[in-house]
């Protein structure tokens, strides 16, 4: 049994650590660096913060607090409970009885098994990114800001974009504690896809001991190392209208989205095998005659059997497309909020966050879904990283 968080804690003690090896100037308060590796905001779920933008803001702290940083708090916090608890917690039913189904042996149509990982897609999207807001505003009470962990990862044109949206914090860690140590992209264009894939693979591993990790950073890598080629390609032949032209970002955002959540598969699937299934069931192979229904749902939706899976098929369709609307469509939490590097508002005033009681309401009533919807069981992602 492995303490909850302990990726987060000791990668940030490691990055601590390789400085320290460096020679870089780093804080030696013993008080101020426990603080850092305890502080409770971010422990479980992160983000991966690093000490040179931590500990500064400790000593700091009391003179940077205010009734308006802490209302901005309370809401960000808000905003990120209903992301995990009104959303991605309603999406994992139309996922974990569906895995589960295809890790124990069985099969599901083309349409549950679409149904199932966009679902899980949005799933760890809402619910890791709502961890992270919820982090955020929780340390905004005590007046320290954490870094931006999110930047509307599923609006990317590529996988290069992609990364530098998702899981921000672990990408920087990567890159500066083993892509740029491995050599990066000093070193010619054959090292640097090695690296880059070398990289990717325990970036996997980071999440999990598991083939199934290893294969989803493999399967970035991949894409990686393709994304750079296209580039290098791109540029060496000259870039043409049409390469920008809307079409052309239409495809790039098509490309990139089917990319990653096949790579889901992977990583939601508790076996190989299990992921396998779930593939060729994606592209109509090995199919049962009859649509997959799992009865748990079926209890939660309080649907009759009877009725058959098209009723809950069309719910999961309704609930995969808002969320992935609210994804791809409307400003994230920081920029609606005007947090750190967004500190631009929207230009659509009504999604400006402001200190006033209709934003007030707001909050409240996120918090009420929330703390209703938590009466139901929570699935808490991370205690497998």
């Keep these: 049994m492995l303490p909850l968080g302990i990726s987060f804690f000791t990668f940030q003690q490691i990055a601590y650590l390789v400085d320290v090896m460096r020679g870089a100037r780093v804080e030696r308060d013993i008080v101020s660096y426990t603080l850092f590796v305890s502080f409770f905001p971010h422990l479980i779920a992160g983000p991966l913060v690093h000490h040179a933008e931590m500990i500064p803001q400790f000593k700091r702290a ?10 901005r708090g309370v809401a960000i916090f808000a905003a990120g409970l209903f992301k995990k608890v009104v959303i991605a917690d ?28 966009l679902a899980y897609t949005l799933q760890i999207y809402f619910d890791f990114s709502g961890y992270s807001d919820m982090a955020i505003g929780l340390a905004l009470l005590f007046g320290i800001r954490l870094p931006v962990n999110f930047r509307s990862p599923y609006r990317a044109t590529s996988i290069i974009a992609f990364w530098r949206r998702w899981h921000i914090t672990l990408s920087r860690f990567l890159r500066d504690y083993l892509y740029i140590p491995l050599g990066g992209n000093r070193q010619g264009s054959l090292r640097r896809y090695q690296n880059l894939l070398v990289t990717m693979l325990l970036g996997g591993l980071w999440h999990g001991a598991g083939w199934n990790f290893l294969i989803w950073g493999g399967l970035h890598g991949c894409y990686l190392i393709i994304n750079h080629i296209w580039r290098v390609a791109t540029e060496r032949f000259g870039k043409t209208a049409l390469a920008s032209s809307t079409l052309a970002h239409g495809v790039g955002w098509l490309v990139t989205f089917a990319a990653v959540v096949l790579a889901w598969v992977f990583f939601r699937a508790g076996t190989f095998i ?9 592209f109509g192979r090995e199919a049962d005659s009859a649509a997959y229904v799992s009865p748990g749902i079926l209890r939660l939706m309080d ?25 791809v469509l409307l400003p994230n939490v920081p920029q609606i909020f005007g ?16 200190p006033d009681p209709a934003w007030a309401l707001v909050s409240a009533v996120a918090l009420a879904l929330s703390l209703f919807g938590m009466w139901q069981r929570l699935e808490f992602l991370y205690f497998q990283f």
Excluded: C, K
């Design 274 to 282: 299990g992921a396998w299934r779930m593939l060729q069931a994606l």
């Design 339 to 354: 947090y750190r590097e967004y500190r631009r508002a929207p230009e659509r005033a009504w999604l400006r966050w402001r």
């Design 62 to 71: 009391r003179s940077g607090r205010s009734a308006v940083l802490a209302a």
């Design 90 to 117: 309603n999406l994992s039913q139309f996922v974990s009885p569906v895995f589960a189904h295809v890790d124990a042996g069985g099969t599901v149509t083309a349409g549950w098994a679409w149904l199932a990982t």
């Design 303 to 327: 649907l009759p059997v009877l009725l058959g899976a098209e009723p809950l098929f069309r719910v999961g369709l309704g609930a995969v497309g808002g969320a992935l609307a609210i994804a």
